[in-house]
């Protein structure tokens, strides 16, 4: 390995050079590195970023692929989570590089580990963990929220392996405690027939979560008062001018829009689901998305002899996702080129071994039902 630099190579070097030689410099860095360094990039990544990943997929597939990956480095195009359940799942000798700290997730931040703990510790005081209470955390929470469900039997989810993790823990457990996105919660548990009045909103700044002791100890699902910033924004009433206007679409839905979304449209599944099922339709036929606007603008590229629209064309994509640029891949790659470890994602031993438990609980049992 090189000698360390004494001062890491200023990103300010960057953000001035045009894109041409940002890319080429990227792909010159990655040829030096050779096989020490894998770079992911999640579907929502932008187009100029998600172009030099050597692998790409959703949440789920990504934290699959951070366990499997060989090389030294692992640089991850997503936000904070994501790069932290790399570190998770990988081996002591990897190290893990997140090339814009800033690079967040609002929903994570809707539920804190002291919140958890708080709801967990009222929860106990009206009797309510006197039932057996599974607490299920969404990808989209930080390590120690994950840590937390490792200690307390439960278990990590993602969008596109709710489905069979609540057959599990539904016949397993007499409720669930499900944060923090309240719609992708709510949606999978009406998906097993759980009664909306059944599906009981915790907000964490309200004692109780704004409920009464008979609500929670009647609820067979607790969902935290969180939700994407994206997909939070889909409103029924664009479904329904999707089908006053162009009544041969059909809506495709993320399960993180709002349950009125997800009831009013044809279909609604993960990222992988929804770029499956407009890979495999035929020529000709017509979709209204409602996910991230990169991945819907990409599918549409992808596959011109479809129509594809977004299901709101006023919607942004994700801003936290887009503050990686190639501006930031190019500096990280180089400074690891030239032994310098920049933004470094290191998960705090303790909370590691406690989502991990979580992490690797979500990835068995999933390969179980598939």
Known sequence: MPAVLEEVIPLDNYLAMPETELSERIEAARKELGPRVVILGHHYQRDDVVSHADLTGDSYQLSVMAS?????????????????????????????????????????????????????????????????????????????????????????????????LFEIYLKNFDKMFFFPDQHLGRNTGAKFGIPLDKIVLWDPHKELGGNTEEQLLGAKLIVWRGHCSVHGRFKDWQVDKIREDHPEMKVLVHPE??????????????????????????????????????????????????????????????????????????????????????????????????????????????????
């Open 68 to 164: 499997k990956a060989e090389a030294e480095f692992i640089v991850f195009c997503g936000v904070h989570f994501m790069a932290e359940s790399a570190d998770i799942l990988g081996r002591p000798t990897q190290r893990v590089i997140l090339p814009d700290m800033g690079a967040g997730c609002s929903m994570a931040d809707m539920a804190s580990i002291d919140q958890v703990e708080d709801a967990w510790e009222q929860l106990e005081e009206i009797g309510v963990l006197e039932q057996k209470v599974a607490p299920i955390t969404y990808m989209n929470s930080s390590a120690a929220i994950k840590a937390f469900c490792g200690r307390n039997e439960g278990v990590v989810c993602t969008s596109s392996n709710a489905i069979p």
């Open 257 to 370: 829009c709002p349950h009125e979304v997800v009831v009013k449209s044809d279909l609604d599944g993960s990222t992988s689901f929804i770029i499956k099922t407009v890979e495999e339709s035929p020529a000709g036929s017509a979709w209204a998305i409602g996910t991230e606007v990169n991945l819907v603008n990409r599918l549409e590229k992808r596959f011109p002899d479809k129509h594809i629209r977004l299901l709101a064309p006023d919607l942004c994509m994700c801003a936290t996702m887009f503050r990686i640029a190639p501006q930031n891949l190019a500096w990280a790659l180089e400074n690891l080129a030239v032994g310098n470890v920049v933004n470094e994602i290191v998960v705090e031993p303790e909370t590691k071994r406690w989502a991990n438990v979580a992490l690797r609980r979500m990835i068995d049992l999933t390969e179980k039902k598939g």
